[in-house]
């Protein structure tokens, strides 16, 4: 049974940083892209950053180039958000996310989301 377990999340003042970490469980961790999304209340759900699994290529949503970096260590089957100048805008549940093709069959995993709280 795959399990992603979301930390890190908590109430930090405008400007300051948090570091979220996904924990990954029952899968083959370095075979599946990895992402960020987010969600406010009484908005969708929104990509943040995802990066690839061999962790050199990663891209990031507008809103959060620059401030944002995103990370994996593929020996502890854990993903990374490291966030600088946080904003009160990004206030919202960060959820990861875990996708792959495995033996010609897609696969997609979400964790159950951290709060993220910005205060201005």
């Known amino acids: 049974q795959v399990h992603l377990v979301e930390s890190g999340g908590g109430l930090v003042q405008a400007g300051g940083s948090l570091r979220l970490s996904c924990a990954a469980s029952?899968?083959?961790?370095?075979?599946?892209?990895l992402a960020w999304f987010r969600q406010a209340p009484g908005n969708e759900r929104e990509f943040v950053a995802a990066i690839s699994r061999s962790g050199r290529t990663t891209y990031y949503a507008d809103s959060v180039k620059g401030r944002f970096v995103i990370s994996r260590d593929n020996a502890k089957n854990t993903m990374y958000l490291q966030m600088n100048s946080l904003k009160p805008e990004d206030t919202a549940v960060y959820y990861c996310?875990?996708?792959?093709?495995?033996?010609?069959?897609?696969?997609?995993?979400w964790g159950q989301g951290t709060q993220v709280t910005v205060s201005s």
């Open positions: 996310y875990a996708a792959g093709v495995i033996l010609a069959v897609s696969r997609s995993f």
């Open positions: 029952g899968l083959t961790f370095s075979r599946y892209a």
